[in-house]
Every structure is written in structure tokens, then in C-alpha cells.
């Protein structure tokens, strides 16, 4: 196949734009941020924010702005419009463990949004590329792509909508989750105590390769996205292709420090900019968060004033400054 190399450069600056955004490209150009060279004459859309990705900061602010609405309410019903979600939905499994129950506690575990029933069940959501799971009014008219939905007794409807089905609706019991195969392989929590430069430093123990990657692999620590990867190197000024073997104790409690506020400020942020989780509209904007170095290239530091770069590493735009990270 031929390429055009300027259709590339053109494609590479809309993966960017879009990845900062949270959005997705619509036509499988790109898929996950990932740049890859385009046919000849293919057109390059951004889709809306329906096609935004969810990260970790999003899901803690979506269990934040449900847990009070859905604390104590009752699941009275259950319908199923679609049931071929990534794993298919078994009606009569579903219905048997979450009908009549009562939620207990919303928690969050990764990117699975756990929704703790009494009875000792969980109900599990995942929201994949594409998914929005709203409470709605029960009598507002169903959406496109509302798949699975949740009668309350309180009159409400928690609607799970998915146009690209890539999400995950299903109801695990709770003793039994850790164990469970959707969770038996997650890496540490990044918000919690169990980050800490100890921690990391004892992960990295007998390991090689870039730091960024590291970062990024959700065997070892969950929920540090491309974008946040970059922003939290920067913040501890580490260069993101240093080797895990060569990173001192003293760094890497820089770097625990700062991948906790990166997602910290993201879900401060977020929440404010992001309310419509929470009234069940669900697509008015995409996460906005402040970035130091990510999509910025050519811009100043912050902290140094030098150029800030923009390199690929394993096939994801990765931005920092050569002046100020080592
Ligand atoms: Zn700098």
C-alpha cells in the first residue's frame, strides 16, 4: 500500500489532538491513540464525545456523583435491550442477582466501577471505549445504544449505553471478586497507600526497559493512561525512556508523589468540568484536564523554559522536556 507523507503528518496531529481530548477517531485509522499511516484519501473525523474513552480519573468521578444518589435504592427491574456487550449478558443470571436488592456502596476497582449489593453480590460495570452508564428520570424516553438499564424503586433508571460495545455489564459475588478473572491480574491502585516509591521501586526490582512503559502496564499499577504517564514524568522530572534499573529510591517517591496528584487533580478537575455525569445527560463535554507537557510540543517548560519534545514509544505519543528530566 502507498502512503502520503504528508496525510500522515496531517493524521499524526489529529491522533494528538483527539487522544487530548479523549476522543477517538471514527474510521479505525486510530484506535486507542495509537498513530498508524492512513490510505490514500482517507478521511479523518473526530467523533463526538460519546467516543471518549473513559480513564480512571473519570470512573472515580462517576462513582463519586452516583454514590449518593444510589446508596440505599433498590433495584426493582432490570431490561435488556442488547445483550451483546464485549462478553454477552446472561438475562436470567443478571436478573437473579441484582432484582429486589438493595445498594450498599459504590467502589471502584481499575477502570470497573463495583456496585456492591446486599445479598452479597456486586454489580460490575465496565464502560470499555464508549460506554456512559447515566441515572436518568424512569419515565424519560430510552436513548440510542441504552442496552442494559435498571428500574429503581426510587422512580429512577440507571441506563448503561454503549454504542461500540466494548463494555461489561455483569454481577459477580463480592467474596469471590479479587479472585474473579476480570480482577485476578490488576496491578496496584495508584490513589491509595499502596503506591509508594517503596512499592515501586520493589516492582521495578529485576526489571529493564523505559520507565513510561512501566508506568503504563496495568499488571503492575492500574489506571495511568498514556496522557497521565507523561504529565506525572514530567511532575517528578524523569525522562519517560529511562530504564527502571537506573532510577534511584529518591526518584521513585518523586514519581509515586506525582502520578497521585496527576490523577488527583485530574479528578478535581474533571469533576468540576464533567457534572453531566451525574443528571444522566452524559455527553455534553470530555474530561478537561491541565496539561504540563502532553500535546504541547514546541511550547516552553513550565520549570526550565527549554522546547518540550514529542517522541513515540511503543506506538503512543509521549511528550517531556530534555532540559529538566533525566
Ligand atoms: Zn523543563
Not at 152 to 172: E, K, N
Not at 180 to 189: P, Q
Amino acid at each position: 500500500m502507498e502512503y502520503l507523507a504528508h496525510r500522515q503528518i496531517q493524521i499524526l496531529d489529529v491522533a494528538v489532538a483527539a487522544e487530548l481530548l479523549g476522543l477517538r477517531l471514527s474510521n479505525g485509522i486510530c484506535q486507542d491513540g495509537r498513530v498508524q499511516a492512513a490510505p490514500r484519501g482517507a478521511s479523518v473525523r473526530v467523533r463526538d464525545s460519546l467516543s471518549a474513552m473513559p480513564e480512571l480519573p473519570e470512573i472515580e468521578v462517576l462513582r463519586r456523583s452516583l454514590r449518593p444518589m444510589l446508596v440505599s435504592e433498590r433495584i426493582v427491574g432490570l431490561r435488556i435491550r442488547n445483550p451483546a456487550l464485549r462478553e454477552p449478558l446472561d438475562r436470567r443470571r443478571l436478573g437473579r442477582r441484582v432484582r429486589g436488592r438493595r445498594i450498599v456502596e459504590l467502589r471502584r476497582r481499575a477502570k470497573y466501577l463495583l456496585i456492591d449489593l446486599e445479598g452479597g453480590y456486586t454489580l460490575v460495570v465496565h464502560l470499555g471505549m464508549s460506554g456512559r452508564l447515566t441515572l436518568v428520570a424512569g419515565d424519560s424516553p430510552v436513548q440510542q445504544h441504552e442496552h442494559v438499564a435498571f428500574r429503581l424503586a426510587g422512580g429512577g433508571r440507571l441506563a448503561f449505553r454503549d454504542p461500540r460495545r466494548f463494555g461489561l455489564v455483569l454481577a459477580l459475588p463480592t467474596r469471590r471478586l479479587e479472585a474473579d478473572r476480570h480482577f485476578v491480574s490488576l496491578g496496584i491502585e495508584p490513589l491509595g497507600e499502596e503506591l509508594s516509591g517503596g512499592t515501586l521501586a520493589g516492582l521495578a526490582r529485576g526489571r529493564r526497559g523505559p520507565v513510561k512503559n512501566f508506568l503504563m502496564d496495568g499488571r503492575l499499577i492500574v489506571g495511568v493512561g498514556n496522557i497521565y504517564a507523561s504529565e506525572a514524568l514530567h511532575r517528578a522530572a524523569v525522562h519517560p525512556r529511562r530504564s527502571v534499573a537506573r532510577i534511584s529510591l529518591q526518584s521513585w517517591q518523586r514519581l509515586a508523589a506525582a502520578v497521585q496528584v496527576t490523577l488527583r487533580q485530574a479528578i478535581a478537575e474533571g469533576g468540576t468540568t464533567l457534572n453531566d455525569f451525574a443528571d444522566g445527560q452524559g455527553r455534553s463535554g470530555y474530561f478537561q484536564v491541565s496539561l504540563r507537557v502532553y500535546g504541547r510540543q514546541g511550547e516552553v517548560c513550565a520549570r526550565c523554559g527549554r522546547a518540550v519534545r514529542r517522541i513515540v514509544m511503543a506506538g503512543r505519543s509521549t511528550f517531556y522536556c530534555p532540559g529538566c528530566q533525566r
